[in-house]
């Protein structure tokens, strides 16, 4: 036996008598970690909780967006989002309970009841048998008002773990009439994804059965202007809609729509009281961006996202002593990175400014092309590009390769084929299921600033959370998107 040996077994014995004695555990594969203890948070509670969701936003998401404001003004470096400005950080692990890279629904359970569950379910157990209770539920049994905001339909998975229980996110309809029947006080963002269904051999209508719960259904600028603390329990929906009944994407909008930040102020006027409040506020098309690799449009979500929390800031610096602001991701989406092999070392995020629409605007302006009996020419699909993002144009820097006009070629070919065909693996890697033309119009774009993805899906990487308030110590370190929720039970006083 060698004295490295002799040494071990000495600290190993004399562990196991401190352990006896103390009751201390100094076991490597459980480490102890003030963090994680949420039961023994003592602190004063928070009166009002701003809990912000950006779906599919990773850590890159986020520093692009910052990348981009510094090289709009000419920089090297990044001009710091409002979340990157909050006192506290750290990083959460995001695996659901039967898959380690998570779905939007296990993750959106984890994060409102503090349990994992599995792929699909909403707040429910993974055997889909057991109801669990979610934060907003027990917020709103303490007395204090609850709002639910999102960028998408109100239906979606994040949103809906916060108010219904079904079995799968598909389950729209039912997830609908949890919504409904939740008595929660705010409701904004995307619509429903289906207005009517039948239940019992009758067709029952989502809007007549809110308005009978006593919600005020709205879905114009003018409605939603005059909304006040009179207003009652409201379903506040975006006047101009995209697809899935979703808000447009921030790239898109225009003075008609209502934006997040306008959503977040609004809830703020109407639930604030003496009981306070809980919001929960979703930047879901982030995710919906970077399913597509579309990082221009992915960059103006996040910015819009911010901006909401900007608008928590503000509350908060009039409510310091009351107020806690957590912002956290379910998930990053696209394993999005800040650099590109055809790139090396370069990068100009500013030139995504050239990029006018959405990957989903432009896919509308090349399916009614395909209404039209003429086939239009490459040269006309070549001029359309440039219009929208700037590719071909020398003045930019964005003239296009002999390579990247040949991509383009071939998504022409694919998207204009007089045969329907079916996805095959290398049509897949290369469009990801979405239009070949928009798609290769982004990716070449994404690549010539310095932007690659790995894949259309989701990732699993850690994610950052963010907070500052009251309890805003306990969200340090690295640790479960099942603790996030812990954290804030403990700080608003409910709990598990």
Same mark, same amino acid.
């Given at each position: 036996?060698?004295?490295?040996?002799?040494?071990?077994?000495?600290?190993?014995f004399?562990?196991?008598?401190?352990?006896?004695?103390?009751? &201390?555990?100094?076991?490597?594969?459980?480490?102890?970690?003030? %963090?994680?203890n949420?039961?023994?948070?003592?602190?004063k509670?928070?009166?009002?909780?701003?809990?912000?969701?950006?779906?599919?936003m990773?850590?890159?998401?986020?520093?692009?967006?910052?990348?981009y404001?510094?090289?709009?003004?000419?920089k090297i #470096?990044?001009?710091?989002l409002s979340?990157?400005?909050?006192?506290t950080?750290?990083?959460i692990?995001?695996?659901?309970?039967?898959r380690?890279?998570?779905?939007?629904? *296990?993750?959106?359970?984890?994060? /409102?009841?503090?349990?994992?569950?599995?792929?699909?379910? &909403?707040?429910?157990?993974?055997?889909?048998?057991?109801?669990l209770?979610?934060?907003?539920?027990?917020?709103k049994?303490?007395? =204090?008002k609850?709002? +639910? +905001?999102?960028t998408?339909d +109100? @239906?979606?998975?994040?949103?809906?773990?916060?108010? *219904?229980?079904?079995?799968?996110?598909? =389950?729209?309809f039912? &997830?609908s009439?949890?919504?409904?029947?939740?008595n929660f006080?705010f409701?904004?963002?995307?619509?429903?994804?289906?207005?009517t269904? %039948?239940?019992?051999?009758k067709t029952?209508?989502l809007?007549?059965? *809110?308005?009978?719960?006593?919600?005020?259904?709205?879905?114009?600028?003018?409605?939603?202007n005059?909304?006040?603390?009179?207003?009652?329990?409201?379903?506040?929906?975006? !006047?101009?809609?995209?697809?899935?009944?979703?808000?447009?994407?921030?790239?898109?909008?225009?003075a $008609?729509?209502?934006?997040?930040?306008?959503?977040?102020?609004?809830?703020? %006027?109407?639930?604030?009281?003496?009981?306070?409040?809980?919001m929960?506020?979703?930047?879901?098309?982030?995710?919906?961006a970077?399913? /597509?690799n579309?990082a221009?449009?992915?960059?103006?979500?996040?910015?819009?996202?911010?901006?909401?929390?900007?608008?928590?800031?503000?509350?908060?610096?009039?409510?310091?002593?009351?107020?806690?602001?957590?912002?956290?991701? @379910?998930? $990053?989406?696209?394993g999005?990175t800040?650099?590109?092999? #055809?790139?090396?070392?370069?990068?100009?995020?500013?030139?995504?400014?050239y990029?006018?629409?959405?990957?989903?605007?432009?896919?509308?302006?090349?399916?009614?092309?395909?209404?039209?009996?003429?086939?239009?020419?490459?040269?006309e &699909?070549?001029?359309?590009?440039?219009?929208?993002?700037?590719?071909?144009?020398?003045?930019?820097?964005?003239?296009?390769?002999?390579?990247?006009?040949?991509?383009?070629?071939n998504?022409?070919?694919?998207s204009?084929?007089?045969?329907?065909?079916? =996805?095959?693996e290398?049509?897949?890697?290369?469009?990801?299921?979405?239009?070949?033309?928009?798609?290769?119009?982004?990716?070449?774009?994404?690549?010539?600033?310095?932007?690659?993805?790995?894949?259309?899906?989701?990732?699993?990487? !850690?994610?950052?959370?963010? /907070?500052?308030?009251?309890?805003?110590? +306990?969200?340090?370190?690295?640790?479960?998107?099942?603790?996030?929720?812990?954290?804030?039970?403990a700080?608003?006083?409910?709990?598990?």
């Amino acid at each position: 036996m060698n004295l490295i040996n002799i040494k071990n077994i000495k600290i190993s014995f004399i562990s196991i008598v401190i352990v006896a004695i103390t009751g &201390i555990n100094f076991s490597c594969s459980q480490p102890i970690s003030e %963090e994680n203890n949420n039961e023994q948070y003592s602190g004063k509670h928070a009166k009002y909780v701003f809990y912000f969701i950006g779906d599919g936003m990773g850590l890159t998401q986020i520093n692009s967006a910052e990348n981009y404001q510094a090289a709009l003004k000419g920089k090297i #470096g990044v001009k710091r989002l409002s979340i990157s400005k909050l006192s506290t950080q750290g990083y959460i692990t995001t695996y659901a309970q039967d898959r380690y890279i998570t779905g939007s629904a *296990a993750a959106a359970t984890s994060l /409102a009841t503090g349990y994992k569950t599995t792929i699909a379910t &909403i707040s429910m157990d993974g055997k889909r048998q057991k109801k669990l209770k979610t934060m907003a539920e027990m917020a709103k049994d303490k007395g =204090m008002k609850v709002g +639910i +905001i999102s960028t998408v339909d +109100i @239906d979606h998975a994040t949103p809906a773990c916060f108010y *219904a229980h079904q079995p799968t996110r598909n =389950m729209f309809f039912d &997830i609908s009439l949890d919504l409904v029947n939740s008595n929660f006080d705010f409701f904004a963002g995307g619509n429903f994804r289906y207005l009517t269904g %039948e239940r019992n051999n009758k067709t029952i209508n989502l809007i007549d059965l *809110a308005e009978q719960k006593g919600y005020k259904y709205i879905n114009t600028k003018q409605e939603f202007n005059k909304l006040s603390k009179k207003s009652g329990k409201v379903i506040a929906i975006g !006047p101009v809609l995209a697809e899935g009944n979703a808000l447009r994407y921030s790239i898109d909008q225009t003075a $008609e729509d209502i934006n997040l930040a306008d959503f977040t102020s609004k809830a703020i %006027e109407l639930l604030d009281n003496k009981n306070g409040f809980f919001m929960m506020i979703e930047g879901g098309k982030i995710d919906w961006a970077c399913h /597509a690799n579309d990082a221009a449009t992915t960059i103006h979500e996040v910015i819009d996202f911010d901006n909401a929390v900007k608008v928590a800031l503000k509350f908060y610096n009039k409510h310091p002593k009351q107020t806690l602001i957590v912002v956290v991701s @379910d998930h $990053e989406t696209g394993g999005m990175t800040l650099g590109f092999a #055809g790139m090396g070392y370069e990068s100009s995020l500013q030139k995504l400014k050239y990029q006018k629409v959405s990957f989903e605007e432009f896919t509308k302006t090349i399916n009614n092309l395909k209404k039209n009996k003429t086939k239009p020419t490459f040269d006309e &699909i070549l001029k359309l590009i440039k219009d929208n993002f700037g590719l071909g144009d020398k003045e930019k820097g964005l003239e296009l390769t002999k390579l990247e006009k040949k991509q383009i070629h071939n998504a022409y070919l694919e998207s204009f084929s007089k045969s329907k065909k079916q =996805m095959t693996e290398e049509t897949y890697l290369l469009y990801g299921g979405y239009e070949p033309i928009s798609l290769a119009a982004t990716r070449i774009l994404d690549h010539k600033v310095g932007i690659a993805w790995t894949t259309y899906a989701h990732t699993g990487t !850690p994610v950052p959370v963010h /907070a500052q308030g009251v309890g805003e110590q +306990i969200f340090k370190g690295y640790y479960d998107n099942t603790d996030v929720a812990k954290k804030i039970m403990a700080v608003m006083g409910v709990g598990l």
